[in-house]
């Protein structure tokens, strides 16, 4: 499966910083040939505001539509769609700087903002869908090794031999292209969810075949079985809204967690790395030119860690990967702003923080870099994923948004003890999943949802002979295993 949208936009999101310079001057060059004068500086720091922050507008919009588009077109004809953004997004901005138009470089960023909010939620759908339980959380973090492949690659790309020259910086940007068509030739021959053909197709026969295409094997009747019986479990219930799944005491904790998770993962302080990334390694003696070449093994860090993430997932489990992770952050956090602090004390000191930097990326890729959005397809019923994708994609944009405007602000208050701010974040993170966050690994949704079932002291009516009863819910304090799912058939609330 590709992650095209998604880690192309993440390299160009990279891109985009080496080449602050490059995007202001050519900004600069727009304007004085339009107005007959250089632009106000001011209003050249609000058109890069602008330039930076749209990304995630378009991020949110897109997660907004990935309902309605899936479903009428499904998981697989919504990632074929997508690729129109991305297409589009990657012309408006490769043509930009020769047509000297710079609204065609702010409305690509948007459009491919929207791509990727779309291949964020369709995407792990998609993945969680088609996976067998024993390794859906390997194929989930798919998306999180492609993402950081997508950012090593802007890294490569953005060097000043191939296209980080101020005369082919849009070039760059416009490679987001080249996936897009990958996946559009590639994409077409892989099977739809066979989880979508049953529940909401109702089509049995293209399941099956599905089945037979994505496990390589004729016989299939136990996993298509296994589909059947949660359809039975769940046929008097249709596609939720997010307000009805925000209001269902069912899944309660579910919707904190997935918020919780999502929002350490914007919040948790790896965007604000790479505010320091070249000025420490100026700081350890390393001169201008060669920076970017280092800054390969920022992206390379990345890769590695969420390659071993994927293979170890399903050994170790969701819980110890996320808690592991974001502790280790906090620890490396606390680590670099020590040396930022004493850096010019001694001439070791910044080589210190190369090392602190690199291990923040690695605990980042190893576990909170891609399981957020396993967990989001694992805690939900079929019915429930999309509004609980839209909810988890929601919170993921909204913090991505208030980093970007927020960061400033914070580290030219809080100087190089910034980073001790996102160290907290992590610590409340490790601790939140330690006390609250079920191992959901090898377990199927409706085990998952019973592990939470105690902390959400709600369960479905055993019961129900009226349509008004889909709204209510009875609380008792000891559950029996054995018939949650018989109360499931029961009862039409989600």
Known sequence: MKCSEKDSADSKESDLAGKKLYIKSFYNESWERRHGHPIDPDTLTLLWSVTVSIFAIGGLVGTLMVKLIGKVLGRKYTLLVNNGFAISAALLMACSLQAGVFEMLIMGRFIMGVDGGIALSALPMYLNEISPKEIRGSLGQVTAIFICIGVFTGQVLGL???????????????????????????????????????????????????????????????????????????????????????????????????????????????????????????????????????TLSTGGIETLAAIFSGLVIERLGRRPLLMGGFGLMALFFGILTITLTLQDHAPWIPYLSIVSILAIIASFCSGPGGIPFILTGEFFQQSQRPAAFIIAGTVNWLSNFAVGLLFPFIQKSLGTYCFLVFAAICLTGAAYFYFVLPETKNRTQAEISQAFAKRNKAYPPENTDSAASDTKVTRRPEPDPASTLDNYVKNGVV
Not at 213 to 231: A, C, M, Y
Not at 235 to 249: A, C, Y
């Open 160 to 294: 000043p031999e191939l296209l980080g020259k101020e005369s082919t910086w849009p070039y760059l940007f416009g490679v987001i292209a080249v996936p897009a068509f990958v996946q559009l030739v590639s994409l077409p021959f892989l099977p739809e969810s066979p989880r979508y053909l049953l529940f909401e197709k109702h089509d049995q026969a293209g399941a099956e075949k599905a089945f037979q295409t994505f496990l390589g094997k004729e016989d299939v009747s136990r996993e298509v079985e296994e589909v059947l019986t949660e359809s039975r479990v769940q046929r008097n219930i249709q596609l939720v809204s997010v307000l009805e799944l925000l209001r269902s005491p069912l899944v309660r904790w579910q919707v904190f967690t997935v918020v919780a998770t999502m929002a350490c993962y914007q919040l948790c302080g790896l965007n604000a790395i790479w505010f320091y990334t070249n000025s420490i390694f100026g700081k350890a003696g390393i001169s201008p030119e060669k920076i970017p070449y280092i």
